[in-house]
């Protein structure tokens, strides 16, 4: 079954502090792998893709990694800003479906 | 560039009552179209998509019910809404060939709906 499993559910930082958020998956074959940000109350948007040939992609402070063999992504937040408060969510496309997996996401939260 | 529209962004209505969200997109030819929502605290659930005109595929079986009677306009109905509705409704597009092969999903703002 193609499952996406985020860790942590919660994380809780200071303003200016790094953080990594963490997603595993068991969606075979991999097709691409997704971070979405969802501020509360709107729709995800799109911060990074990458399909099996990448390991990074960066957008801005934003970082996200990708082991293909051990079916794990992370997302690297530097410097971070009250902005970045919000529910990141990993998404995995692949697994003989066009319909990609949904991670329950991490809740983060920047206090100042 | 390509833009996406659901409305109402919020609603309250009382249990029995019949529900119709409506989500278009712009910019972009025979789009795959979803449905989600989303619970308090919780991830996104795949409630329908669509592939083309009249083609809804469901995902989970509900109260809830999906039509495309354009190609880039997208309805979800309740004839008789339960409490069990409340949530977060999103609704998404990704170009032909679908979010899981590479393609980007883009989402609407969302409606909250509250059943009371």
């Known amino acids: 079954k193609n499952q996406v499993e985020q860790s942590p559910q919660s994380l809780i930082i200071l303003e200016g502090k790094n953080c990594t958020l963490q997603?595993?998956?068991?969606?075979?074959?991999?097709?691409?792998l997704r971070w979405y940000k969802q501020d509360t109350g709107r729709g995800p948007v799109s911060l990074t893709i990458?399909?099996?040939?990448?390991n990074t992609k960066s957008n801005g402070r934003y970082t996200a990694t990708l082991d293909a063999d051990t079916k794990q992504s992370s997302l690297h937040i530097t410097a971070s800003q009250l902005s970045d408060s919000a529910s990141y969510i990993c998404?995995?496309?692949?697994?003989?479906?066009?319909?990609?997996?949904f991670g329950r996401g991490t809740s983060l939260i920047v206090h100042p | 560039s390509q833009t996406i529209h659901q409305w109402p962004a919020t609603l309250v209505q009382p249990v029995g009552s019949p529900l119709s969200l409506e989500c278009t997109v712009e910019?972009?030819?025979?789009?795959?179209l979803y449905w989600y929502r989303q619970a308090a605290g919780r991830g996104l659930q795949l409630l329908f998509y669509s592939v083309g005109i009249g083609q809804i595929s469901s995902e989970v079986p509900q109260n809830l019910s999906a039509s495309r009677p354009q190609d880039r306009q997208f309805i979800l109905s309740s004839k008789k809404l339960l409490l069990s509705d409340s949530g977060f409704y999103l609704c998404a597009w990704s170009v032909q060939g679908g979010g899981g092969s590479g393609n980007t999903i883009y989402f609407g703002e969302g409606s909250w709906l509250t059943v009371v």
């Open positions: 910019g972009t030819s025979n789009p795959n």
């Open positions: 990458m399909t099996f040939s990448e």
């Open positions: 998404v995995v496309g692949g697994g003989g479906s066009y319909i990609p997996t």
């Open positions: 997603c595993n998956y068991t969606v075979s074959p991999f097709s691409n």
